[in-house]
């Protein structure tokens, strides 16, 4: 009397709830005694399975968790818990940070039981991909890609296009584009972890300079359209009459000559021009005829 006493019932999944009969005998004696008898009902614990999941990159969008359930049809509830993940289950790999976390499920049966299973998931890092400044080349020129070159753990370099590049697969090659040329630039950590980012390469073609264009309105060869220049934004274009003076004059050609003078048209003939296109080009002397 004045005791107690404990039993552990083994846990179980199936069926739902088992009963078992708990006997208590006094006695006063030997033989004078008195007994009751109780049913316990033991009711079933959820069976919780947590899969491996797979390492991930920081970079990866955020996704939902399957691997978690119950292997028995308890009715009930499951919960997610730990860095980066919502009770529902979505794991966000650039909350959680790089390295290894804990994850837990917790199911909640509706029979008031619960149970539980813990799993890691690593998180990789991602290195950062930065192609670098945008360049200028001179057309049949080369100019050297410089990237950011910041990550501390072993990755690989891959340039596309390979068009004009001495190497796509280092991470600062020579590049000598036929054209404008937009390059992209991806850096992939031995994980598979990868980003991208382009840089732009203009070429610098040579100015062809026109000797005739006719400013009459008619819509047609109304400017000395010079292409090119305008890829050369600190050219020089000068042009001179007969007499050796300056009649027109600009720094870039965005704007080409429109066969005028002070707003005014001058008059038809031969015109002397020197066009400076920098850039390491040379100088381009020549003439231009204006009629109309």
Known sequence: AGKNYSKKYPEFESPAARTYSVRMVSYSGINCLNEITKSITVLATPAVR???IPEVCSNTPSFQLTQAGITNTLPGIGVF????VSPTGLFNPAVAGTGTHILRYTYNGSNSCSNLLDQFILVNPTPLALAGPDKSVLEGGQVQLTPALNANFPVTYFWSPPTGLSSSTIPDPL???PDDQTYTLTVTSEKGCKTSDEVFVKVLKTPQ?????????DGVHDTWEIPFLETYPYATVEVFNRYGQSIFY???YKVP?????????VPMGTYYYIVDPKF???KQAGYVDIIR
Do not use: E
């Open 209 to 217: 300079v026109p000797n005739i264009f006719s400013p009459n309105g």
């Open 257 to 265: 000559w429109d066969g005028t003078l002070k707003g005014k048209p």
């Open 50 to 52: 947590f899969d491996p």
């Open 175 to 177: 590049a000598s584009p």
């Open 81 to 84: 818990s730990g860095t980066g």
């Open 280 to 282: 390491g080009r040379k």
């Open 250 to 252: 600009s720094v870039g």
